[in-house]
C-alpha cells in the first residue's frame, strides 16, 4: 500500500514539471491546428489526435493533480447548455418520436459537446490566458497566409497540387463568383469562419492603439475573410470593422448606431440600384432560393403544436418525409438554417433555455478588464453569420465559444488594479 501511495506520489511530482506545462500548451496549438486545418478528420486524423491529447491532459488534472476548475456562472450554464442539455435533450426526444431507430447521423450537437469539455484544459493557474489566446491567433494567421498563398499561386497560375490536397478531402473550395458586371474569386476553406475571432481581435487592437503594424494585420485579416467568398464573410469583413470601431467608443449602445448605418447603406444601395448588391440578396440566386424554399417547410414542421413546443429530436429525417426531402432525403440531417434548425430540433423548450443561458452571461461581459472587451462583438458577429450557415456546432465554433466563455470565467470582475496587473504581465503576449 505505501508503495502505491509512493508511486502516485512520484507521479503527482513528475507531471507537475515545466515538459507538462509544455506539453499543455503544445496540445492548444495542437487543438486549434487541428480545427483549422483538419475539421473532418481527413488530414492524418490530426482532429481525433488533438482530442485524444486534450482529454489526457484533462484525465492527469482530474486524476493526478486534483484540479479544481474554478468556474462562474456564465461558464456552467454554457456547460450546461452544450453538454448535457443539447445531447440530452435531443436524444430523449429523438428516442420518443422514433428519430433513433435508424441509422443515426445527426451528430454534430454531440461533437459540439465533446470540443465544449475540451475547453477545460484552458483553465490552468500556471499559464496566463493570454497565453492560450495566442496558440488561437497564432492558427488563425497561418490560416490567413495559407488563403493568401492559394490565392496567389491561384493567380500566378503556379502548381496547385498542393491546393487539390485540401480540395480533395474537402477543405477548401475555390472558384470565381459573379455580382453585376464583378467577377470576384474566392478561396473559401471551411474552417474560415474562426477568422472573425481575429479580425474583431485585431480591429480591437489597432482602435485601441493605432500604428502601422497593426493596420497590416487587420488588412490582412480582413482581406483573407473577404477572400473566403461567400456573401456572409465579405460583408462582414468590411461591417465588423465598424462594429467594432464603435464598440469600442459606444460599447452595447454601438448596437444601435450599427443597425442605423448598415439600414442607411442598404437603403442608399436599393436606391442607386447597384447591380452588385441586387445579386448578392437576389432571390434569384440558388442558395437564396434554395433557402427561401425551406421557409415553407420549416413553416410546415412548427405548425405542428407538439413539433414546435418540444422540437423534433435528433435524426428526424428517418420518419419526417417532410425534413428527408429537405435535406435530400437523408444524406444530411440539416440544412444551413441554423437557428430554425434549433427550433426544430428542440422546439420552444430549447428555446427558452438558450435565452436563459443568454441572460446569465450578458453581465459577465460587463465585467471583463478591457484588453478581452472585443470578445462580445466578436461573438455577435461569428453568431450572425451563422444564421445562415452551420457554424454553431461544429470544432470551428465550439472552439470560439469554448475558449470565449473561459476567458469570461477566468478574467470576469478583474478591474482596476488588478487587471492593469494583469495586463502588464501578459502585455503583448497575443501580438504576432
Known amino acids: 500500500m505505501k508503495g502505491s501511495l509512493a508511486l502516485l506520489s512520484k507521479t503527482k511530482t513528475h507531471i507537475n514539471t515545466k515538459a507538462y506545462d509544455r506539453f499543455v500548451i503544445f496540445t492548444v496549438y495542437l487543438l486549434w491546428f487541428a480545427a483549422a486545418f483538419d475539421p473532418i478528420g481527413k488530414v492524418g486524423g490530426l482532429r481525433y489526435i488533438a482530442l485524444i491529447c486534450v482529454y489526457f491532459v484533462l484525465f492527469f488534472k482530474i486524476v493526478f493533480q486534483n484540479y479544481r476548475f474554478v468556474v462562474n456562472n456564465a461558464y456552467r450554464s454554457m456547460f450546461f447548455l452544450f453538454v448535457l442539455f443539447i445531447p440530452l435533450y435531443g436524444a430523449l426526444v429523438g428516442l420518443l418520436r422514433g428519430g433513433l431507430g435508424g441509422r443515426f447521423i445527426d451528430t454534430s450537437y454531440i461533437t459540439a459537446g465533446v470540443y465544449f469539455i475540451g475547453s477545460l484544459i484552458y483553465f490552468d493557474e500556471k499559464t496566463d490566458t493570454a497565453v492560450f489566446l495566442k496558440a488561437a491567433f497564432t492558427i488563425l494567421r497561418l490560416l490567413c497566409a495559407t488563403i493568401l498563398l492559394c490565392f496567389i499561386t491561384v493567380l500566378a497560375k503556379g502548381s496547385q497540387d498542393w491546393i487539390y490536397y485540401f480540395i480533395n478531402r474537402g477543405l477548401l473550395f475555390f472558384g470565381t463568383r459573379h455580382y453585376g458586371h464583378f467577377s470576384l474569386p474566392y478561396i473559401y476553406f471551411i474552417t474560415s469562419p474562426m477568422l ?25 485579416t480582413v482581406a483573407t475573410l473577404f477572400l473566403s467568398g461567400t456573401r456572409a464573410h465579405m460583408i462582414i469583413s468590411i461591417v465588423g470593422v465598424l462594429l467594432i470601431c464603435l464598440w469600442h467608443r459606444y460599447k452595447r449602445r454601438s448596437i444601435l448606431y450599427f443597425t ?14 447597384s447591380g452588385v448588391f441586387a445579386d448578392v440578396f437576389s432571390s434569384h440566386d440558388q442558395s437564396n432560393a434554395k433557402k427561401l424554399e425551406y421557409l415553407k417547410s420549416y413553416y410546415f414542421i412548427l405548425s405542428d403544436p407538439a413539433t414546435f413546443i418540444f422540437g423534433q429530436g435528433f435524426n428526424a429525417h428517418v420518419w419526417s418525409k417532410v425534413l428527408s426531402v429537405m435535406v435530400n432525403y437523408g444524406e444530411a440531417s440539416k440544412t444551413e438554417l441554423t437557428y430554425l434548425e434549433y427550433v426544430r430540433v428542440f422546439g420552444l423548450v430549447g428555446v427558452i433555455v438558450v435565452l436563459a443561458v443568454v441572460f446569465i452571461i450578458q453581465k459577465s461581459f460587463l465585467w471583463l478588464p478591457h484588453r478581452f472587451q472585443w470578445i462580445e462583438p466578436a461573438l455577435l458577429l461569428y453568431l450572425a453569420v451563422s444564421a445562415l450557415n452551420p457554424y454553431i456546432f461544429s470544432s470551428n465554433g465550439m472552439l470560439v465559444i469554448g475558449l470565449s466563455a473561459v476567458v469570461l470565467a477566468r478574467e470576469s470582475g478583474r478591474k482596476g488594479k488588478e487587471a492593469d496587473g494583469d495586463a502588464s504581465r501578459s502585455k503583448d503576449m497575443c501580438e504576432g
Do not use: E, N
Open 196 to 220: 472573425i475571432f481575429l479580425l474583431s481581435y485585431d480591429a480591437w487592437r489597432f482602435f485601441d492603439k493605432p500604428s502601422l503594424k497593426r493596420l497590416l494585420l487587420l488588412f490582412f
Open 260 to 273: 442605423a448605418i448598415v439600414l442607411l447603406l442598404i437603403f442608399v444601395f436599393f436606391t442607386l440600384g
